[in-house]
Nanobody, 126 residues
Framework: QVHLRESGGGLVQPGGSLTLSCEAS????????IAWFRRAPGKEREGVSC????????IYTDSVKGRFFMSRDNARKMIYLQMNNLKPEDTADYYC???????????????????WGQGTQVIVSS
């Protein structure tokens, strides 16, 4: 069975940092596009960042550019989201997702993503 499992969420003060991790099992990350999504209370899920093959750029939604940094370690089957200068509006449940995409770049719309984690909660509050 294929799984993604997120960890690293928690409560952090505005301006603080947090790093989320996502561990893949049951499949290799090679040739998969990986994305981080989030759903804030009362809002629809939105794409935060995504990564495909190493020669393609990582994509970020405008609201997190310069603050969030996504990385992946295919050998260890791990994906990370480093979040800096966190703001209250970053409060959300964060999900990682994956889709087999060997030739195309990644996208921030959730439609193509077939494998999802259960989510980890991030609360930014003083």
């Amino acid at each position: 069975q294929v799984h993604l499992r997120e960890s690293g969420g928690g409560l952090v003060q505005p301006g603080g940092s947090l790093t989320l991790s996502c561990e893949a099992s049951g499949f290799s990350l090679d040739y998969y596009a990986i994305a981080w999504f989030r759903r804030a209370p009362g809002k629809e899920r939105e794409g935060v960042s995504c990564s495909s093959r190493s020669e393609m750029p990582t994509i970020y939604t405008d609201s997190v550019k310069g603050r969030f940094f996504m990385s992946r370690d295919n050998a260890r089957k791990m994906i990370y989201l480093q979040m800096n200068n966190l703001k209250p509006e970053d409060t959300a449940d964060y999900y990682c997702a994956a889709v087999w995409r060997p030739h195309a770049g990644c996208v921030l719309n959730e439609g193509p993503y077939a494998i999802w984690g259960q989510g980890t909660q991030v609360i930014v509050s003083s």
